[in-house]
């Protein structure tokens, strides 16, 4: 028999062990967040698509045209069809985005759209009347997408193509992800905005999503030394510094891109001095549910913000959805004719249906051929015509574009620069060699059996106006296969420049234009075009029939104020008076305009009250200016003598134009 | 992208107080009109150029008066020096407004993060008309007013010949 001190012992010994248990589980509980990732009917995702349900206005519109392509994201990341998120009959969110599908102007723009639309299961190459991936193509230069001194838009446009089906394999893609990878901050393994600029989170997070989506292994050391440089920036309250602080989309594009590579961002690896990254996003959360951008701060984009971060929460990286690639094999096919390029763009090839139009017999094609590639490029003959004939025992394409073979002259095909020496009707993409596969360009040329490709390369794509950039063009070797300068060559760029020894011509343009560089020589084959933009660019070479129309159209009603601040530093108080500044407003518009000032409501009380125009309350200011006219003002702070602020003061003087 | 914005929010709160150049705005065309229907909405596209000398970020709002009539998009958005961008204003009129409405259509840059921003800002007048009287029955009215007249015209003529027969 225990005694009762025994018997408490024993209760004594389990209720520390239970005290113990629940001193170990009760902290836990108190601080406990839900699972992660969070589910669309946990509190937090479910009050933050509430906050957006109730942005909604009568067009579908829910923050902007920006912003409402991103709540589609999110809208679909959840599991809801953005189609039935509308104000009661009116047109649902994705309405909006086909209603406002020609706001979109940059490649940016386009590829934001891609992923929303096929986010929203829409078709991206139909979408308000514009096909979006030719759109988001147009703007691929040969290397890159977009501005080639930007990179965000070649991770935005890259995501953008995989999600559309683009093959990670095709030119635009690959080239693209080559552009990225090239363009990594070697130092610290992250990426930035711009080119040559310093890494941030942001930019590395969307860089990391953009090469997992187009195929890069997350083990691969572009990923993994990219995640080290957003583990570098994590500050303790687990979020990732952005200059200077954390905030709500930061901290959302890095827990996607840690996603995306297969981590958790809740993880002992993401933890910083106990708190992870979801929870320093969580406490940016409002009570109605939106995210401010920082703790006091709302930011510019209430909707988008709060967009990121359910995706985030919810473990739904960009692109939310990715459609099937296309079956086939993608290659770039160019076609040059006897004096230009017929056609030069990325297909998918397949099986084909090829008549001869000799004998009015169809071939079918069940593997992705070189003449296959050719019957794509020409969009089985609607974008242009090709006679194929088969009296010759296999397939012979006799005339493209109505180019018809002369002499020794004729159609021929190349792949990857190489000849193939089998018919293009058995040259199979991606398994015939030589060359060998993955086959990236088939060349079909007129000319002759011993005419030789060329090659163009520039040492910047991107020069201001009178800046010189360098032309390289190389001959290639069906001997050796090997490329080396060719001297003598014809660069067509704003005008023609001859080659020298090293193969090499120096150009410089004295106006804005977009430059289509290619070169030609006798006995060789024309090189691809490579785009250059000289300052603005837009501007296009005209050809030697056409005559282009240039003008440049002021806006109506246009102002200039010089300076864009001024600064009363002047340790000024109560009763004083500052220095008086200079400010000049000049009409740089096309009609006579009428400016009034305003300092705006939101400015401190010191302004409103202070400011004075040529030693006269600022309400009293009034101009007329006549075109190509300026008007000078000097400004004057008065401190009320009643005035109480201290310590820095921030407001806006406004001039406003109007027709006079 | 400080992608595709979080970059231009840090323009607004970083890169911009560090500058004291030109600010600028174009917009086009100088005026607005919509003619509407109440209950019915028209949309026109406002024109918004950066003529300033570094990139800005814009707004575009219409008078406290009228707000619920109309939906701008974009309503911000930031532009480069040179760039420009197409705002869509469109008006819906709601029901019993008829007559004739004015306001104003208001393209402003500016920045409040420095002591004292010097911004730049264009009132483009808006006229609303909201009317029943579509074209088509203006030129009904006036086809029938005038079938009336002539028939008139021709029973008189009848009726003077019966009295002098």
């Not at chain 1, 000849?419 to 060699?433: H, K, N, R, W």
């Not at chain 1, 740089?588 to 125009?613: H, I, N, P």
């Not at chain 2, 970059?7 to 919509?34: H, R, T």
């Not at chain 2, 575009?60 to 204003?89: C, K, M, R």
């Amino acid at each position: 028999m225990r005694s009762v001190s025994e018997g408490f012992g024993v209760l004594g010994n389990l209720l520390l062990v239970l005290a113990l248990i629940s001193a170990m589980i009760l902290p836990m509980s108190v601080v406990a967040q839900p699972d992660y990732p969070l589910n669309p009917t946990d509190t937090e995702v479910a009050n933050a698509l509430d906050y957006l349900r109730g942005a909604q206005t009568a067009d579908g519109d829910i923050g902007g045209f920006s912003a409402s392509a991103w709540v589609t994201m999110a809208i679909a990341a959840a599991g809801e069809d953005p189609h039935d998120w509308r104000v009661g009959s009116n047109p649902s969110i994705v309405d909006y985005l086909a209603a406002s599908a020609g706001s979109a102007s940059s490649a940016t723009d386009y590829a934001r759209m891609i992923l929303a639309i096929v986010a929203a299961d829409e078709d991206p190459t139909s979408f308000g009347g514009k096909d979006f991936v030719e759109l988001l193509k147009a703007n691929y230069s040969g290397t890159q997408i977009g501005d080639a001194s930007l990179l965000n838009d070649d991770f935005w446009g890259v995501m953008a193509l995989i999600s559309a089906g683009e093959s990670p394999s095709s030119r635009v893609v690959a080239n693209s992800v080559a552009f990225i990878k090239d363009n990594r901050n070697d130092d610290d393994g992250g990426w930035s905005w711009g080119v040559g600029q310093d890494s941030d989170v942001d930019d590395t997070a969307v860089a990391i999503m953009a090469l997992i989506a187009a195929g890069e292994s997350p083990s691969s050391s572009a990923i993994t030394d990219g995640l080290a440089y957003i583990e570098s920036t994590q500050m303790d309250n687990g979020g990732f510094e952005s200059w200077g602080a954390t905030n709500a989309d930061t901290d959302s594009w890095a827990i996607d891109a840690i996603v995306a590579a297969g981590e958790d961002p809740t993880s002992g690896d993401w933890t910083e001095n106990a708190n992870t990254p979801v929870d320093d996003l969580l406490s940016f959360q409002q009570g109605n549910g939106q995210f401010y951008w920082q703790s006091s701060m709302p930011g510019a984009w209430p909707c988008q913000t709060t967009a990121y971060a359910i995706q985030a929460l919810l473990g739904e990286p960009y692109p939310v959805k990715v459609l099937e690639p296309r079956e086939g094999i993608s290659v770039y096919v160019r076609v040059e004719g006897q004096d230009s390029t017929v056609w030069r763009g990325d297909v998918i090839v397949s099986e084909s249906d090829i008549m001869a139009d000799n004998s009015g017999t169809t071939y079918h094609l069940s593997d992705p051929t070189a003449l296959g590639a050719l019957d794509e490029a020409s969009n089985h003959e609607e974008r242009f015509p090709y006679y194929v004939t088969d009296q010759y025992g296999g397939l012979y394409v006799s005339s493209v574009n109505e180019e018809e073979p002369s002499g020794l002259n004729g159609w021929m095909y190349r792949v990857d620069y190489r000849s193939p020496g089998v018919g293009a009707d058995q040259f199979i993409l991606g398994e015939t060699t030589p060359p060998n596969p993955p086959h990236q360009e088939v060349l079909w040329y007129y000319g002759e059996w011993t005419d030789l490709p060329l090659s163009l390369s520039v040492d910047k794509t991107q020069v201001d106006v009178d800046e010189e950039f360098s032309v390289v063009v190389r001959e290639r070797s069906d001997d050796t296969h090997n490329w080396s300068p060719c001297e003598g060559a014809m660069v067509h760029g704003d005008q023609d420049y001859a080659t020298g020894v090293d193969g090499t011509a120096t150009i410089s343009v004295d106006h804005d234009v977009t430059l289509h560089i290619f070169a030609e020589k006798d006995g060789y084959i024309r090189s691809d075009k490579v785009t250059v933009t000289v300052g603005e660019g837009t501007i296009q070479p005209p050809s030697s029939d056409e005559v282009y129309l240039t003008a440049h159209i002021l806006p109506a009603i246009s102002i200039e104020v010089s300076p864009g601040s001024v600064d009363f530093n002047d340790k000024l108080g109560p009763g004083d008076i500052s220095d008086e500044h200079r400010i000049t407003i000049s009409n740089v518009g096309a009609w006579e305009v009428k400016v009034t000032t305003e300092v705006e409501e939101e400015s401190d009380d010191l302004f409103l009250r202070g400011v004075r125009l040529d030693g006269k309350l600022w309400s009293s200011f009034q101009a007329i200016i006549g075109r190509e006219e300026s008007e000078t003002t000097y400004a004057s702070l008065h401190v009320p003598e009643d005035y109480s602020g201290v310590g820095p003061k921030t407001g806006n003087l406004i001039f406003w134009a109007e027709g006079a | 992208m400080r992608g595709f914005f979080v970059l231009a929010f840090a323009f607004l709160s970083v890169l911009l107080p560090c500058q004291a150049s030109a600010v600028g705005v174009g917009a086009a065309p100088s005026e607005l009109d919509f003619n509407i229907r109440p209950g019915g909405s028209a949309t026109e596209t406002l024109h918004v150029i950066n003529t300033g000398d570094s990139e800005a970020h814009y707004r575009v709002y219409v008078d406290e008066e009228y707000e619920g009539w109309f939906d701008i998009a974009p309503d911000e958005f930031s532009l480069a020096p040179q760039a420009n961008e197409e705002t869509h204003i469109t008006v819906s009129a709601p029901l019993f407004s008829f007559g004739d409405h004015s306001t104003h259509v208001n393209v402003v840059t500016a920045n409040s993060q420095l002591e004292l921003g010097v911004g730049a800002g264009i009132k483009v007048p808006a006229h609303i008309r909201v009317s029943n009287l579509l074209p088509w029955v203006g030129l009904g009215i006036a086809v029938a007013l005038l079938l009336t007249l002539t028939l008139f015209l021709i029973r008189r003529r009848r009726m003077a010949a019966g009295e002098a027969k």
